[in-house]
């Protein structure tokens, strides 16, 4: 058994009268991909949420690299080596593509390395440089480092911004719903990908596409209204009766 970067317990949150979540536990080993399925709903982008300072959790436990942590603000989160994709927050047209993976050292807080770059001492962005080459070159993306985004296809812009979610070094990295959109060749090559890559971190992925998480993630979580309805592998998961029926439910909703 590896030792567990991330750990969450009895995460309850409630937006007014909802439940979002409910007594809600996830446990992310190192260098691993943990999954996420469930029905639209479940709360699965509200576990992202609460993990990186978007909502504030009603009650629950987190701890990282098992020690026990406050619930981390956004802005903390690059201490916390946490990063995640930012969802509908595009790449800046005006910047090439390298620029926009440096701005993704600092886009969710003020880290005192971005704040030294931005200071310019020419040795501190030359620094910024190679971690946003370094960061391309994981996400598979460095042959079009100096391309401007709208010079970029659909799946290269998914990679650039796993690299912009990179930059960071990262310990654990949350992707929501990363393959949305991509064809089957490329599901399959981000799927390479992301096997690649848990040897630098570990993931936590929420994706719609059962298959792919069963073949990707070493555990799996399912949630249906709020609650874990069942974890393990996903050969386990995927015959437990509670599963089926969250998902049979849904279909024919
Ligand atoms: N900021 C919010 N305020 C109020 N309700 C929310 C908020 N975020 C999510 N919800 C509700 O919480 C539930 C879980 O949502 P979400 O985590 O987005 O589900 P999923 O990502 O699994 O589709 C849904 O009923 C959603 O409408
Ligand atoms: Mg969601």
């Known amino acids: 058994m590896s030792a567990s970067v991330l750990s969450i317990s ?23 991909i943990v999954g996420l399925i469930g029905p639209n709903g479940a709360g699965k982008t509200t576990i992202f949420n609460s993990i990186s300072g978007l909502v504030t959790p009603t009650s629950g436990l987190i701890s990282v690299e098992g020690k026990n942590v406050p619930w981390p603000a956004s802005h903390q989160l690059v201490d916390y080596k946490i990063s995640r994709t930012l969802q509908g927050v595009g790449l800046f047209s005006g910047l090439t593509v390298l620029e926009n993976v440096m701005m993704g050292a600092d886009v969710l807080g003020t880290s005192n390395f971005f704040k030294d770059a931005l200071g310019l001492s020419s040795k501190s962005e030359s620094k910024l440089r190679d971690r946003a080459h370094e960061a391309l070159a994981w996400a598979g993306a460095l042959d079009v480092a100096e391309k401007m985004p709208g010079a970029l296809t659909y799946p290269e812009t998914k990679r650039v911004s796993i690299a912009r979610a990179l930059v960071a070094r990262p310990k654990i990295l949350l992707l929501d719903e990363p393959a949305a959109g991509l064809g089957q060749d490329d599901i399959d090559k981000f799927a390479g990908l992301l096997k690649e890559l848990k040897r630098k971190c570990s993931i936590v992925i929420v994706e719609h596409h059962v298959d792919f998480i069963g073949s990707i993630s070493d555990k799996v979580y399912v949630l249906n209204f709020g609650k874990v309805i069942a974890s393990g592998t996903f050969d386990q998961v995927k015959r437990d009766p509670a599963v089926l029926a969250a998902y049979l439910g849904t279909t024919h909703a």
Do not use: C, I, Q, R
């Open 10 to 32: 009895n995460l309850t949150v409630k937006f007014g009268g909802l439940t979002a979540l409910d007594d809600v536990f996830l446990d992310v080993p190192e260098n691993s």
